[in-house]
């Protein structure tokens, strides 16, 4: 992209116009490609695709994103080899003849790995195909000792998916826009080592703990145009294996990687030159990474260049994808079968397996589909239709991970409804969580104590706002009690009628013409003599026995 002055100059005006269309009450140095680094990070990029649609003339340029997701299998040994599986263990600490690829060791598979991908398959309405072979797919890597990887890229075994997502949407980013993609197909296959580069002494170190880790690796069609899109698919995912148990989802640690394929084109013209951004670890990087990715190719082809047919890497610090090499020339991968693994096959029911084979050596549907758990799409619509929650809400609780415990456990112990516990957790619980950069689990407000405030609330021991008072104070010292936090500050309803009568009298004498107003027909007046009241009784008066009063004494 760095050409003459004349060249950057009208690459300019065309960013300048992008700009005009994405974000046209905002104005932007010309700083080469920073311009198109703070155009591309924006989280809306859906629904400004959707304006640009609607307010400029057909055909203009769209995105079009498929996916390709790792997934490494949650198992307690690798794929082929009885090694040990552990994140942080020391390096070349977990690794057998067979994953360091010596002379005359054979693969033998790992039976939970293959059940962990039929229930993934069926969660995911794939078709289990019932004979699945296994592939040598050659190519030369420091961190992979055999020379080649061996996967299933002739007959996997789960083809023809869909998955279903939600996102987010409106105005107000209050909406739950559903939406789904396709899934290709799902194949078991092995992991790489790592390769660990010391830039101080100018060498790279070989790690081999991963190498034959199992993972499954999920193609998604190019059905998504854009990185929300994106976003929420794999997260979606994410949630489906972590409820099934086939793979923990920690992209920190890698056991979730997401390879993202970009490209753009007008709708109703073939589809464009793609780009690989490989190896992206986090949900908001991927949706980063692809608006951006997006974004340059738009650039590219409106100032008359052409997209080039390579692999990328994202930099999360500067929100730029990077070239990492060219695609232009087929890599020959040398497929072949591979020798050492007969067909894998699975069957409907044990009754359908030959004789003399032992159960514990078959992988049978009928006996995968009955250990299926409540998936999350099913888990929202079980929270709407039990208790009577916003879909929006439901959508919340599931993909917070530990929320919707949380809540279900909130409910059970208080007599307050589901709809006032959800406030709570989603305006109170929720909001100082964020605050502090915590999860659920790091709450230190367990639900019962929760549950405790609700409940003193629900009895007419303390107002809503002293309820609110208390959840702050729990908060900072969670050793103690609602009841004591009540007791030791005070905080209990004021319950002499006699009082609250004094106070109601003092505040209406005080406020000659607010009664005025009232009883002129403004009753919205009649709130500020409340909050009066209850600033007199430091918020310990019950607010329909105020209210009674006040309108007795102002009619």
Not at 73 to 101: C, E, M, R, Y
Not at 186 to 215: C, F, M, P, W
Not at 492 to 516: A, F, L, W, Y
Request: aromatic share 4%; proline share 5%.
């Amino acid at each position: 992209m760095a050409g003459s002055p004349a060249g950057t100059t009208a690459l300019l005006c065309h960013l300048n116009k992008l700009i005009a269309i994405y974000s046209p009450t905002i104005t932007y140095q010309r700083h080469g490609w920073c311009v198109i680094r703070r155009i591309c990070t924006s989280v809306s990029r859906c629904r400004s695709q959707a304006q640009t649609k609607r307010k400029s003339a057909p055909q203009e340029l769209v995105g079009v994103v498929g996916l390709e997701i790792h997934a490494q299998i949650h198992s307690n040994t690798k794929l082929f080899s009885g090694s040990q599986v552990g994140f942080q263990a020391p390096p070349n600490s977990l690794v057998s003849f067979f994953d360091a690829s010596l002379p005359g060791t054979l693969p033998v598979l790992n039976r939970r790995c293959v059940e962990a991908a039929v229930m993934t398959g069926l969660a995911l309405n794939c078709t289990i195909n019932r004979k699945s072979l296994f592939d040598r797919k050659h190519y030369f890597y420091a961190d992979l000792p055999a020379g080649y990887q061996i996967t299933q890229q002739r007959l996997p075994i789960a083809v023809d998916g869909t998955l279903t997502y939600s996102h987010l949407g409106g105005r107000k980013r209050n909406t739950v826009v559903t939406k789904s993609v396709r899934i290709k197909q799902i194949q078991l296959e092995q992991d790489s080592g790592k390769s660990l580069h010391d830039d101080y002494r100018s060498q790279t170190l070989i790690d081999l703990n991963r190498a034959g880790v199992g993972l499954m690796e999920l193609v998604m069609e190019p059905d998504m145009s854009c990185g929300e899109e994106a976003a929420a698919a794999v997260r979606e995912m994410q949630l489906i294996l972590q409820a099934l148990g086939t793979c923990q989802g920690n992209m920190a640690e890698g056991q979730l990687r997401v390879d993202a394929n970009v490209s753009v084109h007008r709708p109703g013209d073939p589809w464009g030159i793609r780009t690989e951004v490989k190896n992206i670890n986090s949900a908001r990087n991927l949706a980063r990474a692809i608006d951006y990715e997006i974004q340059r190719q738009m650039v590219v082809l409106e100032s008359g260049g052409t997209v080039q047919n390579e692999t990328r890497s994202f930099d999360g610090k500067t929100g730029h994808t990077i070239p990492m090499r060219d695609k232009e020339g087929l890599q020959d991968y040398r497929f072949m079968p591979e020798p050492n693994l007969p067909p894998l096959m699975v069957y409907e029911a044990c009754s359908t397996a030959p004789p003399g084979v032992a159960p514990s050596q078959l992988v049978v549907l009928e006996e995968v589909r009955e250990r299926l758990p409540e998936l999350p799409s099913v888990r929202r619509q079980r929270l709407v239709e039990t208790y009577g929650i916003l879909p929006e809400h439901s959508f919340t609780l599931v993909n917070e991970d530990g929320l919707m415990d949380y809540f279900e456990a909130v409910v059970r112990e208080t007599k307050a409804g589901p709809r006032k516990v959800i406030g709570w957790v989603m305006n109170e619980l929720q909001g100082l969580l964020h605050q502090q950069n915590l999860s659920v689990s790091q709450s230190p407000i367990s639900p019962q104590a929760l549950a405790q405030i609700l409940n003193l609330q629900e009895n007419g021991q303390i107002s809503s706002s002293i309820a609110k008072q208390v959840f702050q104070e729990l908060w900072k010292t969670p050793g103690k009690t609602a009841q004591q936090i009540v007791k030791e500050h005070d905080l209990g309803m004021v319950n002499d009628s006699t009082e609250i009568h004094r106070i109601c009298q003092k505040v209406v004498d005080s406020h000659p013409d607010q009664v005025q107003a009232i009883r002129g027909g403004n009753k919205k007046v009649l709130n500020k003599l409340m909050g009066l009241v209850q600033k007199e009784t430091k918020g310990r008066a019950d607010p329909v026995l105020v209210r009674a009063i006040l309108e007795q004494k102002t009619s």
